[in-house]
């Protein structure tokens, strides 16, 4: 049985999480973490700080903030305790601290835990050799709290665009005079509004044609479950970093 804390256990995701894992029969959510804590009960504790945490942990699941992962891997390191990290918006000094973090426990990092994301990428590597010419753009959309732009998604969709052509270049939205569309140039654009769980679209313009490659997410849990089968799978392991490819290829 692989004993999961859920890091940010009170916020939606947190609860998708908790869901996910009750329905599995190899994990049990045993306590949380959230830093806006304010209730408690026998069969699911929460507390306010890593600190406070008194139960045999074995694996970390995030959904919450970048703020928050200094007090993560510093928990998981001194409990030798693996992680599943979905969070996004992580600055290069948060990269370089879960860099050096795996090289003593186990890190699964995805900025995007839904497996068909992860297959929708292997399209849009497929789509970039096969429509080479074609003008690229990705269009992202979330909900109205979403506080990070563009999407984690919408960057690992850009990067396996440029893992096939590296002469491409990202640019972020446009605005003004900006000239001439350049052919190696691959737009990224975000849309807020409302309650979008998360929708993603890549399009190929060509000469009298376009194909666009696109996913929806309709609800939370998907991702949930992708965290959990993550912790499953991540709780074996000893140190490293380890993402979605891994786990679909069993890696």
């Known amino acids: 049985m692989v004993k999961v804390l859920i890091n940010g256990a009170l916020g939606k995701m947190g609860k998708k999480v908790f869901e996910a894992c009750a329905s599995e029969d190899n994990v049990v959510a045993v306590c949380g973490v959230d830093r806006f804590c304010d209730f408690s009960n026998e069969k699911f504790p929460v507390y ?5 945490v008194k139960e045999d942990v074995d ?12 007090g ?6 001194n409990k030798n305790v693996n992680a599943v990290l979905c969070t996004t918006g992580y600055t290069e000094e948060d990269l370089s601290s879960i860099k050096n973090a795996s090289e003593k426990v186990a890190i699964f990092r995805s900025a995007n835990m ?29 909900h109205n709290q979403k506080v990070d732009a563009p999407s984690g998604t919408a960057l690992m969709l850009a990067q396996a665009v440029k893992e096939q052509d590296e002469n491409k270049t990202f640019v972020f939205g446009r605005n003004g005079a900006v000239g001439k569309r350049d052919k190696n140039e691959i737009g990224i654009h975000a849309v807020r509004g409302g309650n979008i769980v998360g929708d993603h679209d ?8 376009t194909v666009t490659i ?38």
């Open 48 to 52: 306010d700080s890593f600190e406070s």
């Open 59 to 70: 694996v970390v699941i995030d959904f919450s903030a970048p703020v928050t992962l200094k």
């Open 72 to 77: 993560l891997l510093d928990f998981c390191l």
């Open 114 to 142: 839904s497996l068909g994301v992860n297959v929708l990428i292997d399209l849009v590597k497929k789509a970039t050799v096969a429509l080479a010419g074609y003008d690229i753009e990705i269009i992202e959309k979330h």
């Open 202 to 209: 890549v399009l190929f313009a060509g000469t009298n044609e």
């Open 214 to 251: 696109s996913h929806q997410a309709f609800d939370r849990s998907v991702f949930a479950i992708g965290a959990v089968r993550a912790s499953e799978y991540i709780s074996s392991k000893k140190s490293g970093v380890y993402n979605m490819q891994n786990l679909v290829n069993n890696d």
